[in-house]
């Protein structure tokens, strides 16, 4: 098996509902991405992806819709306060942990085609969350994706 991994970097903020902490009140982050993507097999020019198709799509798609963005779960009652600033947040069904973020970013590369195994995001330098599927059931290739995740709501 081939993997090739890129690193994202992103500004965000984010607060968590029904949370007792102080992550409860809106707060920022530099926040970087870590997209693994493994193939059995390499392309025609011997890529699992090519980078500077990661950049083109996964890094334009966060440049514009998480990157310098308040990423807030949809029933939070800061989300009509920015719209009323003429600004928008990103909104989620959940609440924006680290593994949620991870998992979205995941299936948003998922869902601009590549074979992505596992999405890790770093909130600080030492906090991170990994999402990765469970592992699904084809015994014929043997594979098999493990599931991580730390908590870190910091
Ligand atoms: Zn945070």
Request: charged share 25%; glycine share 6%.
């Amino acid at each position: 098996m081939y993997e090739i991994v890129k690193h994202i970097d992103f500004c965000f903020g984010h607060r968590l509902i029904d949370y007792q902490g102080k992550c409860n009140q809106p707060h920022g982050h530099n926040g970087r991405v870590e997209i693994r993507l493994a193939s059995d097999t390499l392309d025609a020019m011997g890529m699992v992806a090519d980078f500077r198709d990661v950049r083109h799509s996964i890094q334009a798609w966060i440049d514009e819709h998480l990157d310098h963005r308040m990423i807030l779960r949809r029933d939070d009652p800061l989300v009509e306060a920015i719209e009323a600033l003429g600004q928008h947040a990103y909104l989620i069904d959940d609440n924006p942990t680290t593994e949620n973020l991870a998992r979205l970013v995941f299936e948003q590369t998922q869902a601009l085609g590549f074979p992505v195994i596992a999405v890790t995001l770093w909130e600080t330098p030492d906090s991170h969350a990994t999402y990765a599927p469970p592992p699904v059931s084809t015994p014929a290739n043997g594979k098999v994706a493990g599931k991580e995740s730390s908590p870190a709501h910091s």
